[in-house]
């Protein structure tokens, strides 16, 4: 991926990203501030529906007051306590009295509990109010919530009872509103928010037991798990309800449970107050969110596309002509130079680019002529020490032979022969000297064809395996690793017998003692991985940097070009030999070839060249 398309990609991603984070951080504090406005209003509500409840209820508890203290009243309960007028005759009252103060329920209660009138049930006349005569002081206790029983069914209602004591008797009076949509219809509610009111008249949840301001409510059945949980374990608790599959659709509930005066337990729980918030509002802010940003962003992408190409343009134009022409310095045009006139760090760039060849140009021949140097110190240095060793003994057998010649030594013919054939011995010793320099200094090129891997491996140890069990010799123990289906690479067969030769070699004479010489080969990019381990003595981290240094042998004889020859081999073919050991764990020679080196890539592109040209 070239820095250009990365720079071009990289701005309208940048700009995008950026109008992303700008719409989802406006998007989430409109919705943070929805719902903390949504929450205010819910509160706001709860409060009005609690101060609304308390303000019903001692409006309805004055008019009982109202009632109480009403001459009829006080009348009636003074005829009634005598026990000289018949109950029934006050039979009506309540209903004309109940009308009269705007009530939807109003009894009055004798002494002994039953219902001497009553507006909601007239033929309620002479049952039992068992509850009025529970040990309550009704002069202090406020209005409360209560099921009252009417002819349609029971009902919930806010009611007052207030008694009034005749002698030892007591007349009740108990009256109050009915809790439905006329209180629900008191509450101001903002756009976009309802309040609902549910009351417990059956064991069940009751779909007719939910209203709102305009009565019986829409798919009152899915709010049957909010009753019931709330009938499971009253409190307090918030919810949401989505409609339909539209986001739009969703209703925020705030659930508040009605008690009556027993407590707050699930048995004292006579109703549900639910009020919903619609998050139409919420949803559709948010869609105007989204597609305001989606416009920004394709106007901005827009802007950031003809931006990054501009500067993709500006800056990667000359960053490719500084790429060229490091790829001409690369290639050994020292003299390439490039041409950047700008005064930015570009132009600073180049100039130092220009003047790095110049001094690049200037430091390589000084180079190669200290190198020039340095390499015919060091072969001379080399032939000096291999020479000097088989050139002492004849000089010490020539003097021998010399000074036998001048004694006129009775011995003289077996001291020739003698020293002739030392005279030979050393001779051949020198040009077998002279023939390993020259063979390291001739390394032929290699002649490639494809070639399999594990048969090389197997000829050298076909090779070999006479002196893994040569009697008197330790014993060398093989191992082989071979891979299946190996990849065929082009290589010299010859050049890589001979490499593998001498690692073999090398692990052989690492293990004077006998061991194990294990061999591995496997796939690696395309290629093959090729490895010689032994259990040897293993090599130091400085003994392994220079084991492939001409010359260099950690042996007591050798002349240290075994390795160099092989380093030779496989850097002819494009690979690559590493060494992996340590001081008595032994030591693993891995080899690394390409399936085609490069020289022959190099020559198939001449063909290629020429063929076209």
Known sequence: MSFRFKMFVLFPLVVVAAVAVVAAGVTIATRRAFEQLDASHTEAIVGQFKREFSSQGQDILRRIEDIANAEA???????LSTHRQDPSVYGNDATS??????????EFVGSDGGIISSEQWPARFGYKENWLLEKVDWASRGPFLAVVETPDGPALGLIAVRALQVGSLNFYIAGGERLGKSFLASLSLPAGMRALLYTKLTPDFSVASLTDVNGPVDQAARFAPLVEREFAQPNEFATTIQWTRSAASAEAFHVLPLFGPGGDTAKNLLGVFLI???????VVLEH????????????ALALGILLSWWAAMRVTRPVGELVAGAKEVAAGNWDARVNIDSS??????????????EQLAGQRERLVQAE??????ELARRLAHELKNPLFPLQITLENLRRAREQNSPDFDEIFHESTATLLAEIENLKAIVGRFSDFAKMPQPELQFTNVNEVVHGIIRLFEPRFTAPGEPEIKTELQLADKLPVVQADTALLHRALGNLVLNALDAMPEGGTLTIRTSRHNGGVRLEVSDTGAGLTPEECARLFTPYYTTKQHGTGLGLAIVQSVVSDHGGRISVVSEPGQGATFVIELPPTPPVAIEAREEVRAAREA
């Open 73 to 79: 009243t006080l009348t009636m309960a003074m005829n």
């Open 97 to 106: 009295v109940g009308n009269a103060h705007q009530l939807d329920f109003l």
């Open 276 to 282: 919903g918030s619609s998050r139409r509002d919420l």
């Open 288 to 299: 105007r969110i989204l597609w305001l940003a989606v416009a920004v962003g394709g106007i």
């Open 344 to 357: 930015d760090e570009i132009g600073a760039l180049a100039r130092t680019f220009n003047s790095m060849t």
């Open 372 to 377: 020039r140097v340095a390499a015919w110190r």
